[in-house]
Nanobody, 120 residues
Framework: QVQLVESGGGLVQPGGSLRLSCAASGSVSSVYTMAWYRQAPGKQRELVASITRAGTTNSADSVKGRFTISRDNAKNAVYLEMNSLKPEDTAVYYC??????????????WGQGTQVTVSS
């Protein structure tokens, strides 16, 4: 089975930086769009940034100029470089991938989330 595993979350002070990583493992055939979502306590899950296989990116207005999404197709991995972090960025961050296993059609896959806390 395919798994998406995130890493890199933690506690950081306002203005600090963190780098999140996510890698897909298992019987992966093709990986298409990958993305990062986040969900703060009591709030809905929201898209932070996405990236296509070709490298086209899109990000939420709230993080533009501060966060950068990238990927390594050879490793089936996606990264999120977060700079100038604010308390409002505190949330559980989830990795997402649209991918296909073996001979199956493409499906949505989610990681289990990693906590990011921005506080002084």
């Amino acid at each position: 089975q395919v798994q998406l595993v995130e890493s890199g979350g933690g506690l950081v002070q306002p203005g600090g930086s963190l780098r999140l990583s996510c890698a897909a493992s298992g019987s992966v055939s093709s990986v298409y769009t990958m993305a990062w979502y986040r969900q703060a306590p009591g709030k809905q899950r929201e898209l932070v940034a996405s990236i296509t296989r070709a490298g086209t990116t899109n990000s939420a207005d709230s993080v533009k100029g501060r966060f950068t999404i990238s990927r390594d197709n050879a490793k089936n991995a996606v990264y999120l470089e977060m700079n100038s972090l604010k308390p409002e960025d505190t949330a559980v961050y989830y990795c997402y991938a649209l991918l296909a296993e073996a001979t199956m059609r493409s499906r949505n896959y989610w990681g289990q989330g990693t906590q990011v806390t921005v506080s002084s």
